[in-house]
Structure formats: structure tokens, C-alpha cells
């Protein structure tokens, strides 16, 4: 099993031969099963790079084999998770900690599963409270259009990149799930565009726009066949290599046409999906139907986006509430005046 990705992980002794029955060993076993029931690299590498952490951990303490890890030592490898510094003298994040206890309890369910073990022990282990998700400011209306304004369409680079940003707005879909859209992935006659193999490797079906639709005709009809190398390429947006973006060259892109609008703010692809699901909600959309547009496994994720525009709250309540407006001078003087000097 090839370990790679974006941790960098170099704990090759999950790969090493060693005890069959010891800790190294089952976890490369589940590792496979996990690559097997369909798991993308990326999170393969995650999972790896938590169980590689608490099997140097457990060599440590000369715990060999999973039948010796009690809930007792669970516990004390979550304290010592929770007291962890980093090289920079931070600590290990509560989402961080989450995620290696996670990845441990998915690993020993599917040991007692597979009667590896005759019981979990991290069955009942409580996760740590995580503080309510705040996302980031998002651009407004106005704001948004001088985004989009920024590149320059004369140029092929440019009108890709316009596009990009077009696409982004009117779909909400993550950058890796933009720099993989293929030219059969847009449906001009249904307006919908679609997201292969997104997160979790779900397909979806989402709803674009007429405006983003004029642009990618523009851009396949001025821009794509100058950036094109390879007349096979189905990839709809391409570098000036002729390939697909990746996706830190799509991230790094969109981020500079954020810092060029000069709005204060800063972001990349996902202040786009942040603003396109605030927008539509402060709209009336049903946050039933912006789950599905985003891709949301759990309505509670999209829920999060009902809590971000204050200052469409605060229009709601400056225009409702009866307290909401500062009373005239006059009027509060003259309820003191009646009281003081009636009689």
C-alpha cells in the first residue's frame, strides 16, 4: 500500500513485516479494507497518518497488541492528545483531536466487527466539545460583482479566470470539485452542471446560471482552444499547460482576485460557496434545497449558513422589533414633562 498526500507521511513501519497478531499489522489490515469498501486517497492518508501517531505512541509504552488497549489507556492517549504541544508551541486543535479519536474508533468497531476483538473500548469514549463552527465574513452582493469584475477578459488566461469565478458563484461547488468539471459535466440545455465523485464520492446534480453558462460558451469558444495542447483533453478548465488546474493554482487564483477587489476581506474558492449559500438563503431559499445544492450530507452543516449574515438580522430587527428605532428627543422628553408636572 502506497502512502502519499498532503501529510507527507513517512511512518513506513505500518508497511514493515512484524507480529501478525501485533498493532502494525491490523491497522495496515484495516487500512486495506478501508481502500477496498472505496475510500479516497486523501482520507486513506489521514486515517493512516492518525493510526501511525497512535501506534508510536503505543510502542512507547510496549502495548503490542490490540487485546491491551483498554479504555483506560484510551484515555490517557486522549490526554495526552490534549496536552500535546506542536513545534510551534501550540496545541493540537479540538477538531484535530477528534479526528485521531474518530479514526481509532472506526478501526477498533471494525476489529470487534470482524471478531478480531471480543469488545470496543472505544465504544463510550466521549469526543471533545467542539466550539460552534464561525465562518468567515462573506462578500455581499455589490461586493461579489467587483470580485468578478477583476480579471482581465482580453486575454485567455483572464477569461478562463472570470469564468472560474462565474462557475464558483453560481454553483457553489468546492475547488477540487471545479478544477475536475469535464466539458460533457455542463448541460447548457437543463442548465445544471455535474459534480462527479465530490465529497465522500457522491455525485450530484446542481442548478447554474444563464450568466455563468455565457461565459463558459465565451471561454470554450475564445480562450479554451488557445490553452489547448491535447485535442483529447475533456477537462474544462485548463492551465497554460494545457492540463487540468490543480487545485492549489485554482485556490491561489481566486484568492488574488479577492486581495485585488481591495474589500478587506480575504478568502479563496470556499468564501464563494460561504457567499452564494448565505446570499440564496437571505433570499428565501429553503435550506433544505441548499443542503442538496451544497453537497451536505448532514442538514446541520448547511445550517450553519442561517447564523452568518448579522447584518441581515440586524435589517430584520431594525424593521420589526418595536424598541428597534431611537425615539425623538421631543417624544421621550415629554413623557418625562407629564409626569413631573401634572398636578
Known sequence: MALRGQYGIKRQHLLQAG??????????????????????????????????????????????????VTRPVLERYQRHLFYYRKPDGSPLS??????????????????????????????????????????????????IEQVLAQPDTTTAVGLRDRTILEVLYSTAIRRAECARLALYDVDFGRGVVTVRQGKGRKDRVVPIGARALAWIETYLREARPGLMADADERTLFLSTKGGALVVDALSALVRRYIEAAELGKSGSCHLFRHTAATLMLEHGADVRYVQEMLGHAHLSTTQIYTHVSIAKLKAIHDATHPAAKLARRGDAAGEGSDADGGG
Open 19 to 68: 507480529d501478525p497478531d501485533g498493532v502494525a499489522a491490523w491497522m495496515r489490515r484495516y487500512l486495506e479494507a478501508q481502500r477496498v469498501r472505496g475510500l479516497t486517497e486523501a482520507e486513506l492518508d489521514r486515517q493512516t497518518l492518525s493510526l501511525s501517531l497512535f501506534l508510536d505512541w503505543c510502542e512507547l509504552r510496549s502495548i503490542a497488541s490490540p487485546r491491551e
Open 94 to 143: 479540538g477538531a484535530t483531536q477528534t479526528a485521531r479519536l474518530q479514526t481509532l474508533r472506526g478501526w477498533f468497531r471494525w476489529l470487534v466487527r470482524g471478531n478480531h476483538l471480543a469488545s470496543n473500548p472505544a465504544a463510550d469514549i466521549e469526543l471533545p466539545r467542539l466550539p460552534q463552527r464561525v465562518l468567515p465574513a462573506v462578500l455581499g452582493g455589490d461586493e
